[in-house]
């Protein structure tokens, strides 16, 4: 199995800053990379597909990049609403697995 | 607008089974698959398996299998993940989502989860 591993486990950052979340994968996974966010007792939340591709109705202030191993999700101007666990996911490898994901509050 | 309801929580002795229903709404069934996934508490989120919902092809990690069955029914646009030989450690909430794969070009695949249901908690305990 891939295994996908996502650092800082959490972190804590002030309203309008730059957070920058980062996922390695054990091998390479090509651009084969999604991200989600998934808020407390609500159903996760796709961001960001295929590495770098913003899913309908996210807002802009969240990108993506990275191909290979090393990808990384970045918000650009934290907001509030934005406290939440971020999970990176590779795909088309059997079976498809999940980072231990980040967990992101306000400072 | 897509929408996937799934059914409500669920307590189960250990070597019980538990079956979970999605029910969809607002897009064609049959030209996407769903995905079950759970999530354990204070862990991550963890694939269970997968079904198409044109042709019902499955599949599952090693971990599940012989223990998970995924089923859909087209009449009522509903899929269904049943679990045997519940343990402890399967206490999880259980979410069912819509899995869009496209192929942009023949060197390439899009594969990711758009649409999730609420979630079901499933509690296994003695």
């Known amino acids: 199995d891939i295994q996908m591993t996502q650092s800082p486990s959490s972190l804590s950052a002030s309203v309008g800053d730059r957070v920058t979340i980062t996922c390695q994968a054990s091998?390479?996974?090509?651009?084969?990379l999604n991200w989600y966010q998934h808020k407390p007792g609500k159903a996760p939340k796709l961001l960001i597909y295929?590495?770098?591709n913003l899913a309908t109705g996210v807002p802009s202030r969240f990108s993506g990049s990275g191909s290979g191993t090393d990808f990384t999700l970045t918000i650009s101007s934290l907001q509030t609403e934005d406290i939440a666990t971020y999970y990176c996911?590779?795909?088309?490898?059997?079976?498809?697995?999940f980072g231990q994901g980040t967990r992101l509050d306000i400072k | 607008q897509v929408q996937l309801v799934q059914s409500g929580s669920e307590m189960k002795k250990p070597g019980a089974s538990v079956k979970v229903s999605c029910k969809t709404s607002?897009?064609?069934?049959?030209?996407?698959?769903i995905s079950w996934l759970r999530q354990a508490p204070g862990q991550g989120l963890e694939w269970v398996g997968w079904?198409?919902?044109?042709?019902?092809?499955?599949n599952s990690p090693q971990k599940f299998q012989g223990r998970v069955i995924m089923t859909i029914e087209t009449s009522t646009n509903t899929a269904y993940m049943e679990m045997r030989n519940l343990r402890s450690d399967d206490t999880a909430v259980y979410y069912c989502?819509?899995?869009?794969?496209?192929?942009?070009?023949?060197?390439?695949?899009?594969?990711?989860?758009?649409?999730w249901g609420q979630g079901t908690l499933v509690t296994v305990s003695s």
């Open positions: 989502a819509r899995r869009v794969i496209v192929l942009p070009t023949a060197l390439k695949v899009v594969d990711y989860f758009d649409y």
């Open positions: 607002g897009y064609t069934f049959l030209s996407y698959g």
């Open positions: 079904i198409g919902a044109y042709n019902g092809d499955s």
């Open positions: 091998q390479d996974i090509n651009n084969y």
């Open positions: 295929d590495a770098s």
């Open positions: 996911q590779q795909y088309p490898n059997f079976p498809i697995t």
